[in-house]
């Protein structure tokens, strides 16, 4: 199984900073097939990337991804008060097919 | 606008065989593929498995066979049955629509407790 581990736990940060998580693999992912999903309280994960740098329809272009083999990045270049919510890196191509990470938690500081 | 809605009871008995069904508007179940995952109460996604229609599924070896996934084209839903179900299978139950190596468009997901 590829394990996926996100840092930091929580990033506490203020609206119009710039925020970078990070997302490393136990294994190099295939062909680079990792996503990253933004959840809010009480809702589903949401398609923010895919293919590691290719964001998602309808996400704002201050979303970007980047990285490779192991090492992973999700970076938000201008935080906005709705950005606050808890993010996951996922990777495709292990057994399991798809695994996610445990969440990296960006909240207002 | 492609939409998922889950349905299913939302409490199941120890050793009970949970029984979900998502139904899907905006994209023909024909045509893509389609997946279930959950999350657990501590926040944990894991992936359950995915099917295409006319194909077979994969699911994930953590549940040890005790997954079946099946669509319906005729209703354009599909379905997730989890059978010998214990504690640990408590967790929010999410359909979704497969992208490009990823789950592209999510369910509101279904909460379900497995408690006698």
């Known amino acids: 199984e590829i394990v996926l581990t996100q840092s930091p736990g929580t990033l506490s940060l203020s609206p119009g900073e710039r925020a970078t998580l990070s997302c490393r693999a136990s294994?190099?992912?295939?062909?680079?097939?990792l996503a990253w999903y933004q959840q809010k309280p009480g809702q589903a994960p949401r398609l923010l990337i895919y293919?590691?740098?290719n964001r998602a329809t309808g996400i704002p272009d201050r979303f970007s991804g980047s990285g490779s083999g192991t090492d992973f990045s999700l970076t938000i270049a201008t935080l906005e008060p709705e950005d606050f919510a808890v993010y996951y890196c996922q990777q495709y191509g292990g057994s399991p097919l798809y695994t996610f990470g445990q969440g990296t938690r960006l909240e207002i500081k | 606008q492609v939409q998922l809605q889950e349905s299913g009871p939302g409490l199941v008995k120890p050793s009970e065989t949970l029984s979900l069904t998502c139904d899907v508007s905006g994209a023909s179940i024909s045509d893509n593929w389609w997946s279930w995952a959950r999350q657990f109460p501590g926040k944990g996604l894991e992936w359950i498995g995915e099917?295409?229609?006319?194909?077979?599924?994969t699911y994930n070896p953590s549940l040890g066979g005790r997954v079946t996934i099946s669509l319906d084209k005729s209703k354009n839903q599909f379905s997730l049955r989890l059978s010998s179900v214990t504690a640990a299978d408590t967790a929010v139950y999410y359909c979704?629509?497969?992208?490009?190596?990823?789950?592209?468009?999510w369910g509101q997901g279904t909460p379900v407790t497995v408690s006698s």
């Open positions: 294994q190099s992912v295939s062909s680079n097939f």
């Open positions: 979704a629509r497969n992208g490009y190596y990823d789950l592209q468009y």
């Open positions: 099917m295409y229609h006319g194909g077979s599924p």
């Open positions: 293919g590691v740098s």
